[in-house]
């Protein structure tokens, strides 16, 4: 058992030392190379469960369960599948989060929460390398960005501007009492989908958040894509696991356990399911030689 935890221990070293090495900013970075970049942080979360013993993949779950703990935005309610469920998971699972809700900084601030400070090991605010408060770390989840904003133009080219309201329409102001003025933009569908991260937290790593603001969790659009599935019979299999550079024992987990969260369908372990089929195979033997006596 302490090779195989030196083992993981090394491969997350190799993964960081490799990213460290080849270092090329993210604005710099192709959607291939981005991708190359996300799936080596996916990994590296990945191996980490591991080594703590915390695979959310290896215990047995219904698809009751399965549904009851997929994490989900808590300021839509809307859920997370694929790549995206297992890293969260995975996070509520190593931080021993009740509930595994997840918001977006932004979100959080609207909730009237403020990142906290993160703690050292005495328990004292932490820095960070340069000095400066260091705050609680979340986690990322990658999507596609199809359309950018930027600023609208006049006739003469000039960025165009216009007075700042809140949500009730009124003119928002400064300390002085003027009326505070934003550039106006319009959106623009890029011509080709760029890969991006979003850095999710938990609602727990706010202080000041007004929690009844959270919204329940929504299966609905899950359970229409399930019935969808079934008539049109979607290849659900997920596609970028191979590409983690994970042994292929722990990728089949991982396709296995994303399939039957997306399915709906109970969930068994690889190593449950060859158990069980053993177990039926002796049980059918015992069977035979009894009806032979």
């Known amino acids: 058992m302490a090779r195989k935890a030196d083992k993981l221990e090394n491969q997350e070293v190799a993964t960081q030392v490799a990213e460290q090495s080849n270092y090329v900013a993210w604005e710099q970075k192709s959607n291939v190379e981005r991708m190359e970049s996300f799936n080596g942080y996916v990994k590296s979360i990945l191996l980490h469960s591991i080594k703590e013993k915390?695979?959310?993949?290896?215990?047995?779950?219904?698809?009751k369960d399965l549904d009851n703990s997929i994490?989900?935005?808590?300021s839509t309610?809307?859920?997370?599948?694929?790549?995206?469920?297992?890293?969260?998971?995975?996070?509520a699972e190593l931080k021993g989060y009740k509930e595994p809700q997840f918001i977006t900084m932004q979100q959080g601030n609207f909730m009237g929460g403020k990142l906290k400070r993160a703690l050292d090991e005495?328990?004292?605010?932490?820095?960070?390398?340069?000095?400066?408060d260091a705050y609680e770390q979340?986690?990322?989840?990658?999507?596609?960005?199809?359309?950018?904003?930027?600023?609208?133009?006049?006739?003469?080219?000039?960025?165009?501007?216009?007075?700042?309201?809140?949500?009730?329409?009124?003119?928002?102001?400064?300390?002085?009492?003027?009326?505070?003025?934003?550039?106006?933009?319009?959106?623009?569908?890029?011509?080709e989908p760029r890969l991006e991260t979003i850095t999710l937290y938990h609602p727990s790593q706010f202080e000041g958040l007004d929690a009844s603001k959270l919204k329940e969790?929504?299966?609905?659009p899950l359970q229409e894509f399930r019935e969808r599935q079934k008539e049109n019979n979607y290849d659900l299999r997920p596609k970028n696991l191979d590409n983690l550079g994970l042994d292929k024992e722990t990728t089949n987990h991982l396709k296995n356990f994303l399939t039957a969260e997306m399915k709906g369908l109970n969930y068994v372990p690889i190593q449950q399911q060859s158990i069980s089929k053993l177990q039926s195979q002796v049980k059918e033997?015992?069977?035979?030689?009894?009806?032979?006596l």
């Open 77 to 91: 309610g809307y859920t997370f599948s694929g790549v995206d469920s297992l890293l969260l998971r995975t996070q």
């Open 217 to 220: 969790r929504n299966l609905e």
């Open 54 to 63: 915390k695979q959310v993949w290896n215990k047995e779950q219904s698809a």
């Open 138 to 191: 979340g986690i990322k989840v990658a999507f596609l960005q199809r359309y950018d904003y930027i600023p609208k133009l006049d006739s003469e080219g000039k960025e165009m501007t216009r007075i700042a309201r809140d949500k009730e329409g009124n003119p928002k102001l400064d300390k002085e009492g003027k009326e505070i003025t934003e550039i106006v933009k319009e959106k623009v569908f890029l011509r």
């Open 285 to 292: 033997q015992n069977q035979e030689m009894g009806r032979s």
């Open 122 to 132: 005495n328990g004292n605010p932490a820095l960070t390398k340069n000095g400066k």
């Open 71 to 74: 994490p989900y935005n808590a």
